[in-house]
């Protein structure tokens, strides 16, 4: 007869077997695959992976360019020594439908990469630009309607040049020889699983315009965005200064596609069609399992396999038999464990366990666990209730962010 231990020691246990020593976690160019995952259909062929993989634009081997932005600063010198704002406008070429982000989402995600990489570039602002984002961001997290930036003006040569604000108009409407224009282009491989950034910028007034550009393109986009996305762009930002902790932080070379790794949870579940958001076991899954008795789930879970390979066990314990799936390549887990009370009853509870590598969601925060839940009861109907726990799980090494779905039936 099997030993029964306890799920978590269970889980533990198998998670220490099968990752290895030298886990994607640890390597020093750190290339992290990034999954959502769905239970679907069957249990035996339930796992569904929405994926996405971030690498250091050096580490590409096959680029293809996605979104073009380009940024538009009028720069009349006497304008900016009497501390006039300027005009500045952006303009967007999509050319290519990325694969895994829509418009919004793409445009997002290559706003916050720009304003990692002038971080980076740009010491003298630095911890000026990442504080202003952190307050802005924390305002669009937060319901506010536009992206609020205090005013900023930079010291030079005995004067005092405005960084922001800026007044945003169209494209056309910058007719001015002295205008400047800065290139982004978010660019990755044919399948969009890699991520980078090439920027081209025009020569002078870099002190001033380098910062400027960040917050005029997160200002357009804040104002293309309805309030449901400029709440994500809030919060993938302030997912990104989380992820640096310090201004400091933003030094490294490649630290902008790190932390938008960090906030790439956000930005995937906002580009998930909204009918599969955060769907994490269907209606058709829930009724079949409560619908079984403890012998009938014994005999089923035995039957389970994974159809893309993934490592199986199953872990006995006193409440039933837990079925756990794990993949050694993207350090990715699964837990499903019905608990029974008795042998001839259905199961009390379904509990679906998600296994992220650590760090996956530096910020879990009310938002993102209600909207969750949210997309789980449209999913299963009025006859379950639902609510999702996160903890982070330190052993075994890095550690898992771990998002699990409480399932019961609702009370008649």
């Known amino acids: 007869m099997a030993t029964c231990i306890p799920r978590e020691i269970a889980l533990r246990l198998f998670l220490d077997e099968l990752t290895p020593a030298s886990s994607l976690w640890e390597m020093s160019s750190n290339p992290v695959l990034l999954l959502r995952l769905s239970l679907k259909h069957s249990l035996k062929h339930a796992f569904s992976v929405i994926g996405l993989v971030l690498l250091f634009p050096c580490l590409l081997l096959a680029q293809d360019s996605y979104l073009r932005l380009d940024i538009m600063m009028d720069t009349d010198a006497r304008r900016l020594a009497a501390r006039i704002p300027g005009q500045a406008a952006v303009r967007w070429e999509a050319i290519a439908s990325h694969p895994m982000l829509p ?153 902008e596609v790190a932390a938008l790794r960090a906030a790439l949870p956000l930005l995937l579940a906002g580009g998930v069609p909204s009918e599969a958001r ?88 009310e938002r993102l666990k209600r909207d969750m839940e949210a997309a789980a009861r449209s999913d299963l109907g009025p006859a379950y209730s639902v609510s999702i726990s996160f903890t982070r799980m330190a052993s075994p090494a890095p550690g898992f962010d771990v998002v699990e779905v409480l399932i019961t039936r609702a009370q008649r």
């Open 103 to 255: 418009g919004d989402r793409a445009r997002i995600a290559l706003a916050a990469l720009l304003y990692g990489r002038i971080l980076f570039a740009h010491e003298e602002t630095r911890a000026d630009l990442f504080a202003r984002i952190e307050r802005a961001a924390r305002g669009l997290a937060e319901g506010d309607d536009t992206f609020k930036v205090e005013s900023w003006d930079l010291r030079a040569g005995g004067l005092s040049f405005p960084i922001w604000p800026w007044r945003l108009v169209g494209p056309g409407e910058l007719t001015s020889a002295r205008t400047y224009k800065y290139g982004a282009t978010l660019i990755g491989s044919h399948t969009g699983e890699f991520f980078g950034i090439l920027l081209d910028m025009a020569f002078g007034l870099e002190r001033v315009l380098a910062p400027a550009s960040a917050l005029i393109t997160l200002s357009a986009v804040s104002q293309e965005l309805d309030r449901n996305g400029r709440m994500l762009l809030g919060e993938v930002l302030l997912a990104m200064n989380g992820h640096y902790g310090t201004p400091h932080a933003t030094a490294r070379p490649g630290s």
């Open 278 to 365: 955060g769907r994490i076991v269907n209606k058709q899954d829930a009724d079949r399992i409560f619908g079984l008795n403890r012998s009938q789930w014994e005999a089923e879970a035995k039957q389970m396999v994974h159809p893309d390979g993934w490592k199986v066990r199953l872990s006995p314990v006193e409440t039933g038999t837990g079925v756990m799936a794990f993949d050694p390549k993207t350090g990715m887990g699964l837990a499903v464990q019905p608990l029974f009370r008795d042998w001839q009853s259905p199961p009390e509870m379904l509990v679906v366990g998600s296994y992220y590598p650590a760090g996956t969601f530096p910020k879990f925060n």
